[in-house]
């Protein structure tokens, strides 16, 4: 299941950063399920990762190796998180780390390794080593879309986005690609993701940027509130367009625009292709007195089972919503001043349910596959919105059988 329509944008390449994809066959056999990224010599590249104490080996190396200083190539494998998997999870993604190495010239710490996949069982070094061969030899500016897939995991669908910038008869081209269907609840990051421009940006601005619209994007999508081992988003800029982007500057309000373009797209897609969704839904809290009193409330309606059950049955049961607002913390909340809408339905006023309000507005609303929930609080200026999916019995049972 998946929300909305499967189509990839054209994904322009970016000068500078080559994609290969190879079957290692962790999971399933000739699936190709190694990606490695190679990123030029003298670009910057930041990344934001997990938050989850657990966090699996090849995070805790990630970042390790990112610190350090020059990054040449990325390794993706999927069937295996090599989480939860201790002292010899962390010698095998060295291995992977060395071998890459060695195959490519450059050395250990060069090279940013990530898996995604079961949790707790040991990684398959050895078949990932043997893919590496050919992944290097599919090497390609234009393989985004064939390494959008091999990312993927529980995904039914690829996600991808693409920006181009046109400014003083140059062009900046932005191209990302994510994958995640489950286990997504934001804490930097919930997925995947991998965005590379041409443009040349100095690392510790390229990191601020990342961060920034990693906030906006990533760290506002939830399906159910878990948040993963695994997660990780890198930008990398090759600066290859030669077009540089300084603080400041009007290229770079045109080019942040753009990189959160591209993040919330991958962003929303991962929501539109979450595990049994069927809904796609937005949760907007306006007017309130600060950016946490508003995502209290819009996660306490996002993640709650009974709202999102109500939405998987499209039933326009309204008085769940109600009560997440009223349990998600808002100090002084003033019952009688806020508004609840279902797209631009109202809901609930004056402390209760919406004088203008019938059972076949909400229930035509609720039929459809987009939704929005908007709460305005009538307390302040501030305004944020979190996207989610509902709860159905599908989720149930992917997530019941993943293992199998």
Known sequence: MAVGPATLPELKPVEGFRLGIASAGIKKPGRRDVVLMEV???????G??????????????????????????????????????????????????????????????EVLPFSTGVIGEPLPVDKIIAALAAARADLNE?????ASYGIMTTDTRAKAACEQIEYNGKSITLTGISKGAGMIMPNMATMLGYVATDAAVDQALLQKWLSAAADKSFNRITIDGDTSTNDSCILVATGRSEVRVEEGSELAELFVAALNR???????????DGEGATKFVEVRVDAAASVAEALAVAYTIAHSPLVKTALYASDPNWGRILACVGRAGVENLDLDALQIYLNDVCIV?????????????????????????????????????????????????INADYRS
């Open 142 to 146: 234009n393989n985004w879309e064939s």
């Open 48 to 109: 934001v990762f997990t938050k989850n104490a657990f966090c699996a080996a090849p995070v805790t190396l990630s970042k390790r190796h990112l610190a350090q200083g020059a990054i040449r190539y990325l390794l993706v494998n999927t069937g295996n998180a090599n989480a939860g998997t201790g002292e010899q999870g962390m010698r095998d993604a060295e291995r992977c780390c060395q071998a890459v190495a060695e195959l490519c010239g450059v050395t250990e710490g």
């Open 262 to 272: 591209v993040m919330l797209a991958l962003a929303q897609e991962i929501i539109r």
């Open 349 to 397: 006023e004056k402390g209760g349910r919406a004088a203008s309000y019938t059972e076949e507005q909400g229930q035509a609303v609720m039929n459809g596959e987009e939704i929005l929930i908007h709460v305005v609080l009538n307390r302040g200026q501030l305004s944020e919105s979190v996207w989610t999916t509902d709860l159905s019995t599908e989720y149930v049972h």
């Open 40 to 46: 030029c010599e003298g670009a910057s590249v930041a």
